[in-house]
């Protein structure tokens, strides 16, 4: 699968460019003006801007915006948008109780970090530092930088970003889910197995923003008594089928996981037999996506200009490319894909300017071939096609329609 170039953004340093949207937010939170995005009065009220409650983002624009740079698709979920301005609505009517609910089950869906702001502001003002603390935590999971959860743990009296940070040494006890320790992508975490107790250690992991990406799970022992051993489970605590173990004592481990973006993992390390000992768990994202993600479904295809030379990958064998082009003359297109490598088999499927399909390209069989399809086309239409895989291979490919 492939990602945003370097230029992004979210991957630069600047804060202004990251959050361009977010400074006349906290501004109007701070001096407690009235937004667009308030929620409104109630049916039975004025019908004028209600005051937003200070630290609380009511605009559902950025909700929208951060599910795109999140999730890497269109935010168009007409019944969450509902939710969301019905919790506004309460916040109106100071019924954060039932804003807070009403929030929790949108964020089951639409897990960004400005729902979870607006949860941790709303729990601080029922008082319920715990889940406040955990909101702002989960705001923070996806963003390490997210700006409007700093400032309220900042301004809010009895919080500060401390308590939100994950850690660096793991926290005991944490020997089950629910007292997962929250760790941070790029962050080495020291722990250690006890010996002769059944001892193992949960962390909590929220994967990176959009575009899906191949991740790096590393349990190294610093013990030479320790053989490491990793299970993955869901949010909601199933375990997954990325689990690996190691028997050498003292060994490291490596396990590579390609989950969906902006999604939460619990990590259960323990050790092997009765081994036991320290070791040092450190989360990598690779950045193995290419220029043109995230484009896995039609709807996100990329558009590229006939003539053009494309290079792109097929990350894993989980992952396909969707393309657009707009045809240059009547008649016939050649669509050219080249392997950059030894291993991927490609596969093309093409479709008409309606998306409905048109047809397949030839059927390859050896890893490592090219492919070249024609295809009849309509001067000024758009045409889709989608690049992917045979027997679960992988590898990069050169596109060029023309």
């Given at each position: 699968m492939a990602g945003r170039s370097n230029s992004n953004p979210q991957h630069d340093g600047s804060w202004i460019a990251r959050y361009w949207w977010v400074a006349p937010i906290v501004a109007a939170a701070v001096v407690g003006l009235w937004l667009t995005g308030a929620p409104r009065a109630s049916s039975t009220g004025a019908g004028t801007p209600a005051k937003?409650?200070?630290?609380?983002?009511?605009?559902?624009?950025?909700?929208?915006?951060?599910?795109?740079?999140?999730?890497?698709?269109?935010?168009?979920?007409?019944?969450?948008?509902?939710?969301?301005?019905?919790?506004?609505?309460?916040?109106?009517?100071?019924?954060?109780?039932?804003?807070?609910?009403?929030?929790?089950?949108?964020?089951?869906?639409?897990?960004?970090?400005?729902?979870?702001?607006?949860?941790?502001?709303?729990?601080?003002?029922?008082?319920?530092?715990?889940?406040?603390?955990?909101?702002?935590r989960e705001a923070l999971a996806r963003d390490i930088d997210y700006q409007p959860a700093r400032f309220n743990l900042n301004r809010l009296k009895?919080?500060?970003?401390?308590?939100?940070?994950?850690?660096?040494?793991?926290?005991?006890?944490?020997?089950?889910?629910?007292?997962?320790?929250?760790?941070?992508?790029?962050?080495?975490?020291?722990?250690?197995?006890?010996?002769?107790?059944?001892?193992?250690?949960?962390?909590?992991?929220?994967?990176?923003?959009?575009?899906?990406?191949?991740i790096s799970v590393e349990i190294a022992a610093r013990s030479k008594t320790l053989a490491p051993v990793l299970k993955v489970y869901d949010r909601d605590q199933r375990l997954l089928e990325w689990g690996q173990e190691v028997r050498q004592p003292g060994a490291t481990l490596t396990q590579y996981i390609s989950p969906a973006p902006n999604t939460t993992f619990y990590l259960e390390v323990s050790g092997y037999g009765s081994t036991s000992g320290e070791y040092t768990l450190t989360v990598r994202q690779l950045k193995a996506f290419d220029a043109y993600e995230p484009n896995d479904d039609i709807f996100n295809a990329r558009p590229i200009a006939p003539g053009a030379f494309i290079e792109a990958n097929i990350m894993d064998p989980d992952?396909?490319?969707?393309?657009?082009?707009?045809?240059?003359?009547?008649?016939?297109?050649?669509?050219?894909?080249?392997?950059?490598?030894?291993?991927?088999?490609?596969?093309?499927?093409?479709?008409?300017?309606?998306?409905?399909?048109?047809?397949?390209?030839?059927?390859?069989?050896?890893?490592?071939?090219?492919?070249?399809?024609?295809?009849?086309?309509?001067?000024?239409?758009?045409?889709?096609?989608?690049?992917?895989?045979?027997?679960?291979?992988?590898?990069?490919?050169?596109?060029?329609?023309?």
């Open positions: 937003i409650l200070p630290g609380y983002i009511a605009s559902v624009a950025t909700v929208a915006q951060e599910y795109t740079r999140f999730q890497g698709k269109v935010f168009q979920m007409p019944e969450v948008e509902q939710e969301l301005q019905q919790a506004n609505d309460r916040v109106a009517a100071h019924d954060y109780a039932a804003a807070a609910s009403m929030l929790e089950e949108a964020s089951k869906r639409v897990a960004v970090p400005v729902i979870f702001n607006n949860l941790g502001v709303l729990y601080a003002q029922l008082n319920d530092r715990a889940r406040a603390i955990n909101a702002f009895g919080f500060t970003s401390r308590d939100t940070d994950p850690v660096t040494h793991e926290i005991e006890p944490n020997d089950r889910p629910e007292l997962a320790n929250p760790i941070a992508v790029g962050k080495p975490v020291d722990g250690g197995i006890a010996a002769d107790t059944n001892d193992r250690d949960y962390f909590r992991i929220t994967t990176p923003p959009a575009p899906r990406d191949l992952d396909t490319d969707y393309y657009s082009f707009v045809a240059p003359h009547s008649g016939i297109v050649t669509i050219d894909i080249r392997n950059r490598s030894a291993s991927l088999i490609p596969a093309l499927s093409t479709f008409n300017p309606d998306k409905s399909s048109s047809g397949f390209g030839p059927d390859i069989r050896t890893p490592g071939a090219n492919l070249k399809h024609v295809l009849p086309v309509q001067e000024g239409q758009t045409y889709y096609i989608q690049v992917w895989s045979q027997s679960r291979t992988a590898g990069a490919y050169s596109l060029t329609v023309k």
